[in-house]
Structure formats: structure tokens, C-alpha cells
Nanobody, 124 residues
């Protein structure tokens, strides 16, 4: 049974940092990613990493501030979020994709499994 278990969300002041973790179990994946959804908005791509090659991809809104990484031994992917802004406030979801691709996909329909989500709130 596939499980993606997220942790690390919380409340932080603008300019602060948080690190999200997503532990995967049940099977191996080609790509793992992070998406977020703010109230009244659609789910949007944040970042993703390919498990074997380590290639990464970021949304323009988080480039230079967020870093996605992985720990193969722990089967865990991380999202280090620095210089957080109030507009980063959202529920953050971990996602996993089984099929391979040349670069990490950005559409949520390309991912097969999802975590339960973790709230990130950035106060101004």
C-alpha cells in the first residue's frame, strides 16, 4: 500500500524558514513533487525532483527561495522554504509519479499518489 506522509508545516513570520518532509512507502517512484493550494485557488505546482537523476524543477514564484531535495536511504523528499512570504500560505501536498519522464512534470494530473497535506501559514 502506497503512503506519502508529510510533516513540517506550521506558522512562521515573513522572512522565516520551514522544512517540509514527505516519507514515501509502498513502491518506488520516478518523480516526487510538491504542490500547494491556497483558499479559493487551484492547486499549483511548487517543485519536483526526479528520483534517479536528481533533476529538479521549480515554479517561478519560488525559485531562489525553495529547495527540493531527497534522501534515497530514507525514501524521503524535502522542501526547504526560505524567505517565506505571506503569499506562500497554503496547504502543501506531496505527490509521487510512477512513470518516467525527461523532466519533472508540473501538472497535478501527472502525479499518481498524494499525501494528506500540511498547512503552512506565513504571517506578515
Amino acid at each position: 500500500q502506497v503512503q506519502l506522509v508529510e510533516s513540517g508545516g506550521g506558522l512562521v513570520q515573513a522572512g522565516g524558514s520551514l522544512r517540509l518532509s514527505c516519507a514515501a512507502s509502498g513502491r518506488t517512484f520516478s518523480t516526487m513533487g510538491w504542490f500547494r493550494q491556497a483558499p479559493g485557488k487551484e492547486r499549483e505546482f511548487v517543485a519536483a525532483i526526479m528520483w534517479t537523476a536528481g533533476s529538479t524543477r521549480y515554479a517561478d514564484s519560488v525559485k531562489g527561495r525553495f529547495t527540493v531535495s531527497k534522501d534515497n536511504a530514507k525514501n524521503t523528499v524535502y522542501l526547504q522554504m526560505n524567505s517565506l512570504k505571506p503569499e506562500d500560505t497554503a496547504v502543501y501536498y506531496c505527490a509521487a509519479r510512477y512513470a518516467g519522464s525527461l523532466i519533472p512534470p508540473t501538472s497535478h494530473g501527472s502525479y499518481d499518489y498524494w499525501g494528506q497535506g500540511t498547512q503552512v501559514t506565513v504571517s506578515s
